[in-house]
């Protein structure tokens, strides 16, 4: 048993630091780790540009176990110039050149250095072909970059790593790494469709650090969204998440990226990386939360949510799952399309899917939903998936009047209709930038619409076919904007999107977590201007009262009192309770 009952909490080593480090300084820094965090493992690099010695990687073992912390290897697939040609290739990162013969050989004596000293080893997100050198161009022939990449990095994961490993030690326990950059996989030759079967096991970069302050396109809900698709990838085989202090301005965004991972019921929380964590202010909070996250944990079952279908090697609306995820809808994000049950049993069944541009990597995509939509199902497609097919003509305009004439508003009235009732307006403090889909009237019909002046365009449409529909929803040009959309036609999107038996009301920047032994959670992000604020939760049927699942780690200590229904009109009970930035709440639901 280690120091949490739900996961496994662990520390990245990297080679430079093992190369160096003292045995005195060694003690010195786990006893920081183990009052703080209580690291279970630490995965001990062998290599990153430069060695850590056998004498060094034995050094750092000992006093590890000593302290009773297990022991993995590590390997970052970086490395400096090996030839003086090198500096003529342009190698982001100093990542390998695997065209170069010379630069094989390398990876190889690195992997079988690190088989011969662990049992088990990971790879850093490093493991990935950008060369497009004159060598690269000449093997990559008539064939794409985004097929010679896959392809590539498909024969270098065989024959320059799980065959040299397992020849030396064929105990060792091989993991892939994945980043936090789904969407560029097939461009670099990331390849989980084809890995998940080549490697022991695989894991999650769950790096959201700060939205704006960096490089990349990060939104917080991908540290859950991005570990439950690779949960869906290799079931029972997804090592864990992994995340970094690095751009994390206010230890709340750092925060944030271990509590959302953990939200996903990981097996390991892994932090990079223990020279950039040692006598850092973030492990303080951090290592308190944790101890409160395994106790909430253990009342939790399997995370649940809405499928969303994201095919491997796909792009397009680049996580807007993310978007959507932050503002109360909880998602399941899966490689493989679902099949239909009106009362699903196992993940790979469900009565709605969601389906964005990033579906039409599938060339099967729109029979796929023509059979799902007429069994009785419900497909929720977002406005680039539908622009994108009527551009194709693939087949889409037999289940949709809806037509895109290359228009777009700005817009900042919203209209909710609502079927036996009144129309209900309501304005955004913003205009926000919509694709105009039109549609025919009483073929299709607009649950929600989006206009300005006296001029409006639907921004949810309805489509029946069979015995199911199909919902479109239109979002705006910029994601981040989704959270701009008054909360009474966000909470009426929402509503539409339940996957199950329970919505959100409130404001965005709220996500909602959903298990299935009747247990749910919200968080409160901390984004620019965030302050406390009232929500509902709306649960259909009756629900006599929410318990709140605390432990003695709780901020406010433990509170056994359940919350009791704000109301039940007959067909859903509804509870208010307040939320604040930074802070998760959960509760089980009582019948």
């Not at 992997?111 to 093997?139: G, K, L, M, P, W």
């Not at 990386?273 to 040692?278: A, D, F, N, R």
């Not at 006599?544 to 200590?557: E, F, K, M, Q, W």
Request: aromatic share 12%.
């Amino acid at each position: 048993m280690g120091n949490y009952r739900n996961f496994t909490t662990v520390i990245y080593c990297i080679a430079p630091w093992a190369a160096r480090i003292t045995e005195a300084e060694l003690v010195k820094q786990v006893e920081f780790f183990k009052h703080y965090v209580a690291p279970d493992k630490v995965y001990l690099e062998t290599f990153r540009s430069e060695w850590a010695s056998k004498e060094q990687l034995d050094l750092c073992k000992r006093v590890f176990k000593d302290h009773g912390i297990a022991v993995s290897g590590g390997i970052t697939t970086v490395t400096k110039d090996l030839s003086p040609e090198d500096s003529k290739r342009q190698r982001f990162y100093q990542t390998f050149c695997y065209s170069n013969e010379l630069h094989r050989e390398h990876l190889k004596k690195v992997v079988t250095y690190t088989a011969e000293n662990f049992d088990e080893f990971i790879i850093d997100d490093f493991f990935f072909s950008q060369c497009r050198c004159e060598d690269c161009q000449r093997e990559k022939g008539e064939r794409s970059w985004e097929e010679f990449k896959l392809e590539k990095m498909r024969e270098v994961s065989e024959n320059l790593v799980i065959k040299p490993a397992k020849a030396v030690n064929p105990r060792i326990n091989i993991i892939i790494k994945y980043p936090n950059w789904r969407e560029s996989f097939q461009e670099t030759g990331y390849n989980p469709a084809v890995q998940k079967d080549m490697f022991d096991m695989i894991y999650t970069g769950t790096e959201t650090r700060h939205p704006v302050e960096t490089e990349q396109h990060l939104p917080h809900y991908l540290s859950y969204s991005l570990m439950r698709f690779f949960e869906n990838t290799k079931p029972g085989k997804n090592g864990g998440g992994w995340f970094d202090p690095y751009e994390c301005y206010g230890i709340d965004t750092y925060l944030e990226q271990g509590y959302l991972t953990a939200f996903s019921k990981p097996r390991e929380i892994m932090l990079f990386c223990w020279p950039s964590l040692y006598n850092n202010k973030v492990v303080t909070p951090l290592g308190f939360r944790l101890r409160d996250l395994d106790g909430i944990l253990d009342s939790l079952g399997k995370p649940q949510g809405l499928p969303f279908y994201l095919p491997h090697d796909s792009q397009g609306e680049d996580h807007l799952e993310d978007y959507l995820g932050m503002a109360g809808i909880p998602f399941e994000p899966m490689p493989e399309f679902p099949a239909y049950a009106a009362k699903p049993s196992l993940p790979a069944l469900s009565p709605s899917v969601f389906v964005s541009a990033s579906a039409l990597k599938d060339p099967g995509i729109i029979p796929k939903i023509r059979s799902f939509i007429n069994q009785g199902g419900k497909v929720i497609a977002s406005s680039g998936f539908v622009i994108e097919s009527l551009k194709r003509g693939n087949g889409i305009e037999e289940l949709s009047s809806i037509r895109f004439r290359g228009r777009y508003g700005d817009l900042d009235e919203f209209q909710i209709s609502r079927s036996g009732s009144s129309r209900m307006y309501y304005r955004s403090g913003e205009r926000i930038h919509f694709p105009i889909l039109e549609h025919r009237t009483n073929s299709s019909w607009s649950l929600l619409n989006a206009g300005r002046g006296d001029q409006h365009t639907s921004i949810l449409i309805r489509d029946t076919s069979g015995r199911g529909e199909l919902l479109t929803l239109v979002v705006p040009d910029l994601f981040s904007e989704i959270k701009k959309i008054p909360r009474e036609a966000l909470t009426r999107i929402r509503e539409e999107l339940a996957l199950g038996d329970i919505y959100l009301e409130g404001p965005p920047q709220v996500s909602l977590f959903c298990y299935d032994n009747g247990t749910f959670g919200v968080y409160a992000y901390t984004t620019m201007g965030a302050a406390p604020d009232w929500i509902k939760i709306h649960i259909k049927g009756t629900a006599s009262a929410l318990s709140p699942i605390v432990t003695d780690h709780s901020p406010a200590g433990p509170e056994t009192g359940d919350l009791a229904p704000l109301y039940n009109d007959g067909v859903e009970t509804v509870f208010e309770f307040r939320v604040e930035p930074g802070d998760y709440q959960f509760y089980r639901i009582k019948p």
